[in-house]
């Protein structure tokens, strides 16, 4: 069902026309001035427009303009009584998409909606097409990579988004930089009912106030110096599908209340636009600050905060999940090295002590950084220490956890060997209380007094008893 906006002064062409295109079933909207036709168009969305050419005060040509300015995309069909070729010839080189004669008999009014809604829905999937292709040709980021790992922590993230795709819910990813958030963001919408419907990206802090708005709501035509075309926003995209807002913790105070309105709405203006814009849009949202600290501090508004916060997510990083590292080196190695280095097959043992032992504050993305360097200066089957960045080999690259990793130990012993070492410096931090030493090394009670008793420390005969929490 369509949505058709008839504009004529005569009551007798106005009933007879929405008579014959409501048989038709679509829906409706007759004005008996041209300027009461305007005012209807700015009100809601309409697929085809059906304007008398010759009324008081505003006419067809005026309604013409007006119509095309806000949306090129819809046809419009002049009404001439006059009948002549030279009307008709100059009603189409302004931008009319036919024209009718009076009289007009129904048979030929539903031939021409039939394809004037064709050319609607036509210029529509064309003009939403350029804009998906503009938006994949900035897109720097928009590739898929699978989540690796298989460390307890990372496994729990991804029970929680197969959990949380199945539903409409509003879902919040925190997580430091690096992290992976737009990975999970792009799973939940890989698993949802949603995935046959487009992933749009934005990037909130990326962007100033100004264009963070025309990127979110779109533009139309002459909104501003530079807009020479109307253009679609992210919300507009994403319709049917996911829209994925990164870094919201950075959108500005005054843009905060307008995306407010549209995730509660569901509904926009583009900018320079007065019409409302309606759409079926599931959020995921990201952001690497303390939205809590943020709205404590009054920089994020509270109820935005509330709306944004449905479902939780934290991802812990990679320090949190070093069990990780082996799988994600090897994972880039298979990744990069075809293009970087075809001969490197794998990570060295003395080299993946190293990276085991760095405290990775760019998480993920830092490691894939130094892999993809390390495959550059690689010699051989295998990644070396002397391939690995420069911050990987000096002195203080492990200060942070002052870990030892013994250079001639096989993989496992190593991993077993830094295991412990993390567990000690965790015990003697907790002062020997080993259900603090547990949350501190994020594992359960039982599996930190397994680990105690596989590596001889302490004694787990004293103190707190398994279980305790």
């Not at 501090?297 to 997510?313: E, K, M, N, S, T």
């Not at 003697?428 to 599996?447: F, H, W, Y």
Request: with cysteine; aromatic share 6%; proline share 4%.
């Amino acid at each position: 069902m369509a949505a058709i906006l008839i504009i004529d002064d005569n009551e007798t062409v106005r009933d007879g026309l929405t008579h014959t295109i409501k048989k038709m079933g679509h829906d409706v909207v007759a004005a008996a001035s041209g300027q009461a036709g305007v005012d209807a168009w700015k009100q809601r969305r309409f697929d085809f427009v059906i304007t008398d050419l010759k009324m008081d005060g505003l006419g067809g040509v005026d309604v013409l303009k007006q119509v095309t300015a806000i949306d090129p995309t819809v046809p419009i069909m002049i009404i001439t009584g006059f009948g002549t070729v030279e009307t008709a010839v100059e009603a189409m080189k302004l931008g009319a998409f036919d024209f009718l004669t009076k009289p007009f008999t129904p048979e030929v009014v539903r031939l021409k909606v039939e394809r004037a809604l064709e050319l609607c829905a036509a210029r529509r999937a064309r003009t939403k097409l350029e804009a998906e292709n503009d938006y994949l040709r900035d897109e720097q980021t928009g590739r898929f990579t699978e989540i690796v790992g298989g460390g307890e922590k990372i496994k729990s993230v991804l029970k929680a988004v197969e959990k949380v795709a199945v539903s409409d819910t509003t879902v919040f990813v925190a997580g430091e930089s690096g992290t992976g958030k737009e990975l999970v963001a792009r799973a939940i919408h890989r698993l949802s009912r949603r995935h046959t419907g487009p992933f749009i990206k934005v990037n909130c802090g990326a962007l100033t106030e100004t264009l963070l708005e025309s990127e979110l709501f779109g533009h139309e035509k002459g909104a501003f110096t530079g807009a020479i075309k109307q253009k679609l926003g992210r919300f507009e995209l994403a319709d049917g599908g996911t829209l994925f807002l990164d870094e919201v913790g950075d959108v500005p105070p005054a843009m905060q209340v307008k995306l407010l309105r549209a995730l509660q709405e569901q509904e926009f203006e583009r900018v320079g636009g007065e019409r409302p814009i309606k759409v079926d849009v599931r959020v995921v949202s990201a952001t690497n600050k303390d939205l809590d600290a943020e709205v404590a501090a009054g920089r994020f508004r509270q109820d935005l905060y509330y709306r944004l916060h449905v479902v939780p997510l934290r991802l812990p990083s990679l320090r949190e999940r070093r069990e990780d590292i082996p799988l994600l080196a090897q994972h880039f190695v298979d990744k990069l090295g075809p293009r970087t280095n075809p001969r490197v097959r794998s990570v060295g043992d003395a080299a993946l002590g190293r990276l085991m032992a760095y405290h990775w504050p760019g998480n993920v993305r830092e490691l894939e950084n130094a892999i993809e360097q390390a495959l550059v200066f690689a010699e051989g089957t295998e990644i070396g220490v002397s391939a690995l960045p420069a911050f990987l080999c000096a002195s203080g690259a492990v200060e942070e956890d002052r870990l030892d990793v013994p250079r001639q130990m096989s993989l496992p012993d190593i991993l077993d060997d830094l295991e412990r070492q993390l567990i000690v410096k965790a015990y003697e931090k907790a002062r020997g209380v080993k259900t603090e030493t547990a949350r501190l090394l994020g594992i359960k009670t039982s599996a930190l007094y397994y680990k105690l008793e596989k590596y001889g420390i302490g004694g787990v005969g004293g103190g707190d008893k398994p279980g305790d929490a």
